[in-house]
């Protein structure tokens, strides 16, 4: 029982790179926090109203409380240090790099126990144009589909990952307020998210329960599930921390639990921390393609 909660949190990333990669539309009024306000007069973003009875201007609020899909463009591209540790011992490390524009992801794994290729020994870089990619193995090309299909999945998961605060109002969502709950002292008001299949074209979707701030508009933390894998409701959870670099609200550490193997709680299967973030670097799709 346990050992299956945590394969399917270790396959997680790459069934959330399915969702779509748009974003939220017109970004609204920033959060009640002192960095962003700042940011948004810069940008003249237009304010929309954090409304309990429209849940699209929650989602589109969180959006502008962690800085706006146009600050977060304006920066260009990011790099940044992510680990991707399990309990037992087992990590994966990567260099990540993304450039926002074409959604061009990159990354380059020094330590590859879990996800990628955990038998091959040295360095593999993995590379998606936005419509391409590109695996490497201590620089020579890997052809193989269950490689290229890995790149692939891994690549656009972990762009969403990053991004995902910016997307959750994206065509083919839909949104149902689900009132409030209190969690460890604070309230928070809940926001499913699904997704339609006729406008994804997957015949099975992920969905979501986002726990908002009220106070500052951010989520705090999320439930989902996994229907790939058998998880039809969204009982998996993520606990986020955050950090206010060049005007975006950057979550640098998402700690997953599931479901212990007696139902009794929850217990930790992942904890994935991002380090050493750097926005605006200059990066081309040229010069990541050829950096294997």
């Given at each position: 029982?346990?050992?299956?909660?945590y394969l399917i949190?270790?396959i997680?990333?790459?069934?959330?790179?399915l969702?779509s990669?748009s974003?939220?539309g017109?970004?609204?009024?920033?959060?009640k926090?002192?960095?962003?306000a700042?940011?948004?007069a810069?940008?003249?973003?237009p304010?929309?109203?954090?409304?309990t009875?429209d849940?699209?201007s929650?989602?589109?609020?969180v959006?502008?409380a962690c800085?706006?899909?146009?600050?977060l463009?304006?920066?260009?591209?990011?790099e940044?240090d992510?680990h991707?540790?399990k309990?037992?011992?087992?990590?994966?490390?990567s260099?990540?790099?993304?450039?926002?524009?074409?959604e061009?992801?990159w990354?380059?794994?020094?330590?590859?126990?879990e996800?990628?290729a955990p038998?091959?020994?040295?360095?593999?870089?993995q590379?998606?144009s936005?419509?391409?990619?590109?695996?490497?193995?201590d620089?020579a090309a890997l052809?193989?589909p269950?490689?290229?299909?890995?790149?692939?999945?891994l690549?656009?998961a972990?762009?969403?990952?990053?991004t995902?605060?910016?997307?959750m109002?994206d065509?083919?969502?839909?949104?149902?307020y689900?009132g409030?709950?209190n969690?460890?002292g604070?309230?928070?008001?809940?926001v499913?998210v699904?997704y339609?299949?006729?406008v994804?074209g997957?015949?099975q979707n992920d969905?979501f329960?986002?726990?908002?701030?009220?106070e500052n508009q951010?989520v705090?933390?999320f439930?989902?599930?996994?229907?790939?894998?058998?998880?039809n409701?969204?009982?998996?959870?993520?606990?986020?921390?955050?950090?206010?670099?060049?005007?975006?609200?950057?979550v640098?550490n998402?700690?997953?639990?599931?479901p212990?193997?007696?139902?009794n709680g929850?217990?930790?299967m992942v904890?994935?921390?991002?380090?050493?973030?750097?926005?605006?670097?200059?990066f081309?799709?040229?010069?990541l393609?050829?950096?294997?």
């Amino acid at each position: 029982m346990r050992s299956k909660n945590y394969l399917i949190i270790a396959i997680a990333p790459l069934f959330g790179a399915l969702i779509s990669l748009s974003s939220c539309g017109p970004a609204p009024e920033a959060a009640k926090t002192p960095e962003a306000a700042p940011m948004v007069a810069e940008q003249n973003e237009p304010a929309t109203k954090y409304d309990t009875s429209d849940p699209m201007s929650m989602l589109a609020s969180v959006a502008q409380a962690c800085g706006g899909m146009e600050q977060l463009k304006s920066l260009h591209d990011v790099e940044f240090d992510y680990h991707y540790l399990k309990p037992d011992g087992k990590k994966d490390i990567s260099t990540e790099r993304y450039i926002f524009e074409g959604e061009v992801s990159w990354a380059r794994y020094t330590v590859h126990e879990e996800n990628v290729a955990p038998t091959l020994v040295g360095d593999v870089v993995q590379f998606n144009s936005g419509t391409e990619t590109h695996v490497h193995h201590d620089g020579a090309a890997l052809t193989d589909p269950m490689h290229l299909g890995g790149g692939t999945f891994l690549r656009k998961a972990n762009y969403m990952w990053f991004t995902m605060m910016f997307k959750m109002c994206d065509p083919g969502t839909s949104h149902e307020y689900m009132g409030q709950e209190n969690v460890d002292g604070t309230t928070y008001d809940m926001v499913s998210v699904n997704y339609e299949s006729g406008v994804t074209g997957k015949e099975q979707n992920d969905s979501f329960i986002l726990y908002i701030n009220p106070e500052n508009q951010m989520v705090e933390q999320f439930k989902f599930s996994l229907p790939a894998m058998g998880v039809n409701q969204p009982i998996l959870l993520a606990k986020l921390s955050y950090e206010e670099i060049d005007g975006i609200q950057v979550v640098t550490n998402r700690q997953m639990f599931g479901p212990s193997p007696d139902g009794n709680g929850m217990v930790p299967m992942v904890d994935q921390q991002l380090k050493n973030i750097r926005f605006n670097n200059g990066f081309t799709e040229e010069q990541l393609s050829k950096e294997v």
